[in-house]
């Protein structure tokens, strides 16, 4: 992190009484874990909850795309996916612009 090198320019910039030092110090280390908790880790779970998605994705699995097109998944590969969209309209996507698999889907009845 950034804040190793600020936090020792804060030690030192204090001449003769330290106390002054110390207190950048306490609140420079603040801000980093408030920045940290409030910004950084979220998103690192995001991004964690969006590759266990990606990786669990199905055939049958009806998927919302990046750019807002909803369809069901037809075909895997490595990075990338086909959906069908319409009737007989098939798209293929790559797998990283899936962001959100929709409800399970429900089971067809017999006819």
């Known amino acids: 992190m950034t804040t190793l090198p600020i936090l020792a320019i ?9 106390s002054a ?5 306490i609140q420079i280390a603040a801000f980093a874990l408030i920045f940290w908790f409030l910004l950084i880790r979220p998103q690192r779970k995001a ?10 994705l199905q055939r049958n699995d009806e998927v919302v795309t990046d750019g ?5 998944i037809v075909h ?3 990075d990338r ?11 293929v996507v790559a797998r990283s612009k899936i962001t959100r698999k929709l409800a399970e889907p ?6």
Do not use: W, Y
Not at 21 to 25: C, E, F, H, N, S
Not at 47 to 56: D, G, I, P, T, V
């Open 47 to 56: 991004a964690q909850r969006h590759r266990e998605m990606l990786s669990s």
């Open 106 to 111: 429900a089971a067809e009845p017999k006819k």
């Open 68 to 72: 807002g097109i909803i369809g069901t």
């Open 21 to 25: 030092g110390l207190a950048i110090a």
């Open 81 to 91: 996916v086909t959906i069908r969209t319409g009737e007989n309209t098939r798209l």
């Open 76 to 78: 895997l590969a490595d």
């Open 10 to 18: 804060a030690l030192q910039a204090a001449p003769g009484g330290g």
